[in-house]
């Protein structure tokens, strides 16, 4: 199982970034998707969730900000992050829990950098 996420990088606050997660190795529509990251110092936390059908689980930092989305014909996930703030930036890591077993799998996180 591979999830492969892109899309980070450098950029001023209240700019936009669009994070992209592709999977492989597993039938997305089996599994809960979603964003977590983790900012130097601190836990990794939550973002956004989206199971199948799409209902929606958001941080409330990020909330009306943020919007995840998934395309199970392709096998991806997308976060849009709008309106960037500096304690938006962390390592953003993509994840996936099956909807019918105990497993979860995790990609290698994309670098998202808010400068003020």
């Known amino acids: 199982v591979q999830l492969q996420a892109s899309g980070g990088g450098l950029v001023q606050a209240g700019g936009s970034l669009r994070l992209s997660c592709a999977a492989s190795?597993?039938?997305?529509?089996?599994?809960?998707m979603g964003w977590y990251r983790q900012a130097p110092g601190s836990q990794r936390e939550l973002v956004a969730l989206?199971?199948?059908?799409?209902?929606?689980t958001y941080n409330d930092s990020v909330a009306g900000r943020f919007t995840i989305s998934r395309d199970n014909a392709k096998n991806t996930v997308q976060l849009q992050m709008n309106t960037l703030k500096p304690e938006d930036t962390a390592v953003y890591y993509c994840?996936?829990?099956?909807?019918?077993?105990?497993?979860?799998?995790w990609g290698q996180g994309t670098l998202v950098t808010v400068s003020s």
């Open positions: 994840y996936a829990r099956s909807r019918y077993h105990n497993r979860a799998y």
């Open positions: 190795g597993i039938t997305l529509s089996m599994y809960i």
């Open positions: 989206i199971d199948n059908p799409g209902g929606t």
